[in-house]
């Protein structure tokens, strides 16, 4: 089975072909084109400039990277929600021309989702080999979401926590810009963190004590804020242990939770996805205490850690097997606030 997958949910256009065959994905194509450059001058994104970058952008790709007629193609599947209303929109009528056209099944996939199946593509361009057992455990952690998922098989997912307030991504990204950092922050914090003492400041840890898998970010922000406010020499070193000592809060965080509900719930194993889960003390931090209680943990290429159209491929394939995740062309409209289950 062929699939043509279409991602435009925020701020990056993307195109892939993704084989999937007994069990199985592969990815034959995948490009990601960047918008980033564009919106770092606002300091975020802005909706209506990343649908316009799309309309540009999406047909030149099709263009490039499929012979025309789309005979090859069995499924088209694009990213219907959660993201960008004006920018999920490019995709959608992207994706629905190109069934009608092409008289093709439409199989529309939740961004959220697509993430999660990130962790299915462990290998780049060949077929994979060793994929995620059932029951699993997802933190998905990207700019606007940060959420625990119980998944009981394919397409049968359970939100069991999430954040109170910021995303952990956003949460990067503001830290960031109080240290004057460049848009997306979350990379620019890893990367100064390098650098940095984690133990110089101790950063609160929200709600680790707490029965429920929720998260709380927004305290340690304004307690970074605090914290500069009453350095008088903010000068590179500690702008460093800042960032060191932050990402340590958060990654402490967010390790401790997903382990506990790990254990908890009998996972069988632990996926980490979303924009965040390239951040390398994150993955490793996470690699480290999943051997401790002998669950695999997977984490995607970090090719696939942001967004790109292969996991919404790979999604596609895995949820084809139920025929009433297809939908008409003539019935699918995005929905910008989209949820897991
Ligand atoms: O999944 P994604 O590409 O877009 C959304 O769907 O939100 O996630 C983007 C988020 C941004 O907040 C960015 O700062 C963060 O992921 N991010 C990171 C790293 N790389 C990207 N955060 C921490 N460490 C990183 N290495
Ligand atoms: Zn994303």
New binding site residues.
């Given amino acids: 089975m062929k699939i043509l997958a279409i991602e435009t949910?925020?701020?990056?256009t993307a195109l892939a072909l993704i084989k999937g065959r007994n069990g199985k994905v592969k990815v034959e194509k995948s490009v990601v084109l960047s918008q980033i450059q564009t919106h770092a001058k606002y300091g975020g994104v802005v909706p209506e400039v990343a649908a316009r970058k799309h309309l540009e952008a999406i047909f030149p790709m099709l263009a490039k990277e499929l012979s025309p007629g789309g005979k090859e193609i069995d499924i088209v599947a694009v990213t219907a929600g959660p993201?960008l209303s004006p920018a999920l929109r490019t995709g959608v009528e992207t994706a629905k021309t190109l069934v009608w056209l092409w008289k093709k099944p439409l199989l529309p996939v939740n961004?959220?989702v697509g993430?999660i199946y990130s962790a299915w593509i462990n290998k780049d361009k060949q077929w994979t080999s060793d994929i995620p057992e059932f029951p699993a455990l997802i933190l998905l952690?990207?700019?606007?979401?940060t959420e625990l998922i119980f998944a009981h098989s394919h397409g049968q997912f359970e939100k069991i926590g999430e954040t109170l307030d910021d995303?952990?991504?956003?949460a990067?990204?503001k830290v960031?810009k109080m240290l004057d950092l460049p848009?997306?922050?979350?990379?620019?914090?890893?990367?100064l963190a390098k650098y940095g003492d984690e133990r110089a400041f101790i950063f609160p840890r929200a709600l680790l004590d707490k029965r429920n898998f929720d998260f709380s970010f927004s305290g340690l922000k304004t307690s970074v804020l605090y914290t500069l406010r009453k350095i008088e020499n903010i000068d590179k070193q500690v702008k460093a242990d800042i960032a060191a000592s932050f990402?340590e809060a958060?990654v402490d965080v967010l390790v401790r939770k997903t382990i506990k509900a790990a254990e908890q719930l009998k996972a069988k194993s632990i996926i980490l996805a979303?924009?965040?889960?390239?951040?390398?003390?994150?993955r490793g931090r996470f690699e480290m205490e999943g051997k401790k209680i002998q669950v695999p943990v997977f984490v995607p290429l970090l090719s696939y850690?942001?967004?790109n159209a292969a996991m919404i491929g790979a999604a596609a394939y895995y949820l084809s097997a139920d025929k009433n995740n297809f939908v008409s062309p003539i019935e699918l409209t995005p929905d910008p606030n989209l949820d897991i289950v």
């Fill in positions: 949910s925020c701020d990056e993201g961004h959220l993430h952690v990207s700019g606007g979401h995303a952990a991504g956003e990067f990204d960031a848009y997306p922050g979350g990379p620019q914090i890893a990367n990402q958060v979303g924009g965040v889960s390239a951040n390398r003390v994150l850690c942001g967004d």
